[in-house]
């Protein structure tokens, strides 16, 4: 029994790092290479791996391949994407809204009737853009980070159930406790 569920924990290691690699672009892959730098550095240090651990690396290591992905796509794209973006953000600021406010909205906050000019010019800057921009991709790599992070976790278990018959963190023990 222990064969056949090695094999198909192998298997199933495969098919959850490919798949997720497809949904992640690419960004799972890296899950098993946080894991092995987390073990490394936790057995130099003399400590055991926990499964939190291994997670929470495989997500960090998943969330910087992220960044790295996200801008090479964003240094191959053609032109000058910065004023491409500035010039869509002007052209939906300068059309004329046709939606009125409606009237039980201006009676409860009469500012929102008049158009806050502060604001306008606020958007209309560089750096609004560059800081909009920056955090839109932080938020990105966080979230693909960990959705990679989580499914490249996954798969590595599996696969270390496969080649070494348990998880990441049951493979060096400093203590003969189990629940460590």
């Keep these: 029994m222990s064969k056949v569920l090695r094999v198909l924990s192998g298997v199933g290691g ?3 790092l490919l798949t997720s690699a497809l949904f992640t672009l690419g960004t ?3 899950a098993p290479i946080g894991i092995l730098v987390a073990h ?3 057995r ?3 400590r055991a791996l926990t499964a939190g651990v291994a997670w929470f690396t495989a997500a960090i290591a998943s969330i ?3 960044a790295i992905v996200f801008l090479a796509l964003f240094a191959l794209m053609p032109g000058n994407p910065f004023q491409e973006i500035q010039r869509g953000m002007t052209e939906a600021q300068t059309a004329r809204d046709t939606a009125a406010t409606p009237a039980w909205l201006r009676k409860a ?3 929102s009737a008049r158009s ?3 604001a306008k010019e606020i958007m209309k800057s560089p750096g609004f853009l560059v800081v909009t921009v ?3 991709l932080l938020f990105a790599c966080v979230f693909l980070g960990a959705l990679g992070g989580s499914a490249g976790w996954v798969g590595s278990v599996l696969l270390c159930y496969a080649i070494w018959g348990g998880p990441p963190w049951s493979l060096y023990r400093t203590t003969s406790d189990p629940f460590l």
């Design 44 to 46: 130099r240090k003399d």
């Design 64 to 66: 910087i391949a992220a």
């Design 28 to 30: 799972s892959l890296a």
């Design 109 to 111: 906050f009469p500012q």
């Design 134 to 136: 920056a955090l839109s």
């Design 116 to 118: 806050d000019s502060a």
């Design 14 to 16: 495969v098919v959850v």
């Design 40 to 42: 490394r550095r936790a």
